[in-house]
């Protein structure tokens, strides 16, 4: 099995193939044009028997990753962490070529065996694609809705009323009679800035009527769980996507950062804070926590119990998140199992 290590560029993408033993066979340095596929494939006719490692498969190399995916490649994602601490130990330095960097991403990927396997994009990236534009949405509401509150506070007597939405602000604004020039811009800026806020809460429903029919096409029952809502269910899937390979609920936990970091040394037992995994995923498990814990129900019981134990607010929290990691975890597999009886 010849393993082809490939470091992608926006120009250029640079290609290493190394055999079992991790001897180089070849090189190919590929410019990035619509060609690039069809005559990396001719060079790698020459071993029928063949295995492709990317360096960020999704990112700079996310385009090469799903064309070799579709065409039932086997592909996996090398990170590209991982393969900068294989050029440290191999020259000891920072040194680099693209054609080293190809041949320590094929080293890489000869070692390790669990990397993450590159899977033909579905409707989980769409749910991605959604969200992020979710997010982008309401950042720029936010930004424009603040900038608008800030206007109003000069044009107003007392400023503009909490909980400020656009008819709120419209509402507001046509009381406003300018008396100097510099007021009659304040208006003019502000009827702009409304104008972008009607813009973005259209677009923001929009996109959430459009995650509503990709999140339906899953037949997903996350949104069973009290405080996963469409957009976290969502954000979910999108994130997680083929939730098989994570093998237990443990390794779920630590890939969305809700599993405490073992930091034991000799005698002394501890552990502390685990500040990496999936953020996305992370804030995700904090928000359903809040919620279950504001409302009656068996995530409340949970967390006054952890406060009975003598637990502070933040570590009971800590502990429900961690709980609600494998309540999700065990809806995702169970969805996934009953596709499978169901496309059997």
Same mark, same amino acid.
């Given at each position: 099995?010849?393993?082809?290590?490939?470091?992608?560029?926006?120009?250029?993408?640079?290609?290493?193939?190394?055999?079992?033993?991790?001897?180089?066979?070849?090189?190919?340095?590929?410019?990035?044009?619509?060609?690039?596929?069809?005559?990396?494939?001719?060079?790698?006719?020459?071993?029928?028997?063949?295995?492709?490692?990317?360096?960020?498969?999704?990112?700079?190399?996310?385009?090469?990753?799903?064309?070799?995916?579709?065409?039932?490649?086997?592909?996996?994602?090398?990170?590209?962490?991982?393969?900068?601490?294989?050029?440290?130990?191999?020259?000891?330095?920072?040194?680099?070529?693209?054609?080293?960097?190809?041949?320590?991403?094929?080293?890489?990927?000869?070692?390790?065996?669990?990397?993450?396997?590159?899977?033909?994009?579905?409707?989980?990236?769409?749910?991605?694609?959604?969200?992020?534009?979710?997010?982008?949405?309401?950042?720029?509401?936010?930004?424009?809705?603040?900038?608008?509150?800030?206007?109003?506070?000069?044009?107003?007597?007392?400023?503009?009323?909490?909980?400020?939405?656009?008819?709120?602000?419209?509402?507001?604004?046509?009381?406003?009679?300018?008396?100097?020039?510099?007021?009659?811009?304040? $208006? %003019?800026?502000? &009827?702009?800035?409304?104008?972008? =806020? @009607?813009?973005?809460?259209?677009?923001?429903?929009?996109? *959430? !009527?459009?995650?509503?029919?990709?999140?339906?096409?899953?037949?997903?029952?996350?949104?069973?769980?009290?405080?996963?809502?469409?957009?976290?269910?969502?954000?979910?899937?999108?994130?997680?996507?083929?939730?098989?390979?994570?093998?237990?609920?443990?390794?779920?936990?630590?890939?969305?950062?809700?599993?405490?970091?073992?930091?034991?040394?000799?005698?002394?037992?501890?552990?502390?804070?685990?500040?990496?995994?999936?953020?996305?995923?992370?804030?995700?498990?904090?928000?359903?926590?809040?919620?279950?814990? $504001? %409302?009656?129900? &068996?995530?409340?019981?949970?967390? =006054? @119990?952890?406060?009975?134990?003598?637990?502070?607010?933040? *570590? !009971?929290?800590?502990?429900?998140?961690?709980?609600?990691?494998?309540?999700?975890?065990?809806?995702?597999?169970?969805?996934?199992?009953?596709?499978?009886?169901?496309?059997?």
């Amino acid at each position: 099995m010849i393993l082809i290590g490939i470091d992608p560029h926006k120009s250029s993408h640079t290609a290493v193939a190394i055999d079992p033993a991790g001897h180089q066979t070849g090189q190919h340095r590929f410019a990035v044009n619509a060609g690039t596929f069809r005559r990396l494939m001719r060079w790698c006719e020459q071993w029928p028997e063949r295995r492709f490692a990317i360096e960020g498969a999704r990112g700079l190399g996310r385009t090469l990753a799903q064309q070799l995916a579709a065409a039932g490649e086997n592909v996996v994602d090398v990170p590209s962490t991982l393969s900068a601490r294989a050029r440290l130990l191999a020259t000891g330095g920072d040194r680099k070529t693209d054609a080293a960097d190809a041949l320590h991403v094929a080293q890489v990927a000869l070692f390790r065996h669990d990397l993450r396997p590159v899977e033909p994009e579905d409707q989980t990236t769409i749910l991605r694609l959604l969200t992020e534009r979710h997010d982008d949405l309401v950042h720029e509401r936010t930004r424009v809705l603040n900038r608008l509150h800030a206007i109003l506070r000069d044009l107003l007597p007392g400023g503009a009323p909490t909980g400020l939405s656009a008819d709120k602000a419209a509402a507001a604004m046509k009381t406003i009679r300018p008396v100097t020039a510099t007021d009659a811009c304040r $208006r %003019d800026i502000a &009827r702009d800035l409304l104008a972008d =806020l @009607r813009r973005l809460d259209r677009q923001v429903k929009e996109n *959430e !009527a459009e995650m509503r029919d990709a999140l339906a096409a899953t037949r997903t029952t996350l949104t069973t769980l009290p405080g996963l809502g469409t957009v976290l269910a969502a954000k979910v899937l999108g994130h997680v996507g083929d939730v098989s390979r994570f093998p237990t609920e443990h390794h779920f936990a630590s890939y969305t950062g809700s599993a405490p970091l073992d930091a034991s040394s000799g005698n002394n037992v501890r552990h502390r804070l685990n500040t990496g995994g999936n953020r996305a995923l992370n804030s995700v498990l904090h928000i359903i926590a809040v919620c279950q814990i $504001r %409302d009656s129900g &068996r995530g409340q019981e949970y967390y =006054l @119990r952890k406060i009975a134990e003598g637990k502070t607010p933040t *570590e !009971a929290r800590r502990a429900l998140k961690r709980r609600l990691s494998n309540v999700v975890y065990r809806i995702m597999k169970r969805d996934l199992r009953n596709q499978l009886a169901q496309a059997a």
